[in-house]
């Protein structure tokens, strides 16, 4: 079976600092993962997916994960965190079939002026 | 371009009663998926639909049902509710099943008392 986990609920960073937001998978499987950013009160928009092309996947806004087989994570990073990455983070990992999606749980990045 | 479309943005409900959730999108893709959205839970897949005329159930399907009559819309149907239904409901469609971006809608806020 397919999951993902998300290690931190709440993560606070300075503006122009380093983001790290972490997600490990479990898969049977090499998986596709997923990065989607919900801003408040919207539905989520995908940041980022890795469908086996290349471990470092570069996203919308400045975003980038690499996929690490040996470590089975997907950590999202961003160089200079602004304001306007504030949001609550999805990582998602999807079934072999396709048909099934399974979410983290949610990182809420706060960013500190 | 209105993408994906749901209605209503929010409702209060007596348990017990009937409630119908409703999802249209205008991008013409194949695949549409129901999830809620509870705190500290993330998003959990309810049912899906790969194509018009078939439907799948998610990993929490239960008290739950949907049909997809058309391409466009895929309604979903709370038969009778209980408070453990309440909480934000999105949709999403993707051009296919699988590893495609899923595009959401602005979710529906349920409550039921």
């Not at chain 1, 380093?18 to 989607?36: A, G, I, K, Q």
Request: aromatic share 12%; with cysteine.
């Amino acid at each position: 079976a397919q999951s993902v986990t998300q290690l931190g609920s709440h993560v606070s960073v300075s503006e122009g600092a380093l983001v790290l937001l972490r997600c490990n998978y479990s898969s049977s499987v090499p998986p596709y993962l997923f990065w989607y950013v919900q801003y408040p009160n919207q539905g989520l928009q995908l940041l980022l997916k890795y469908t086996s092309a290349a471990t470092l996947v570069k996203g919308i806004n400045g975003f980038e994960a690499e996929f690490k087989k040996s470590e089975t994570s997907f950590h999202l990073t961003k160089p200079s965190a602004h304001m306007s990455d504030a949001a609550e983070y999805f990582c998602a990992v999807s079934s072999p079939t396709g048909n099934q999606f399974y979410f983290g749980t949610g990182t809420s990045l706060t960013v500190i002026p | 371009i209105a993408g994906i479309t749901q209605a209503p943005t929010s409702q209060i409900l007596a348990a017990g009663r009937r409630m119908t959730l409703r999802c249209t999108q205008d991008m013409r893709h194949n695949a549409m998926y129901w999830y809620r959205q509870d705190l500290g839970l993330g998003l959990r897949l309810i049912h899906y639909s790969n194509t018009a005329g078939t439907t799948g159930k998610g990993e929490v399907p239960d008290g739950y049902s949907v049909s997809r009559a058309n391409t466009d819309d895929f309604p979903l149907t709370l038969a009778s509710a209980v408070p453990s239904q309440t909480s934000v409901y999105f949709c999403a469609s993707s051009v296919d099943r699988g590893y495609n971006e899923q595009f959401f809608g602005p979710g529906t806020r349920l409550t039921v008392l």
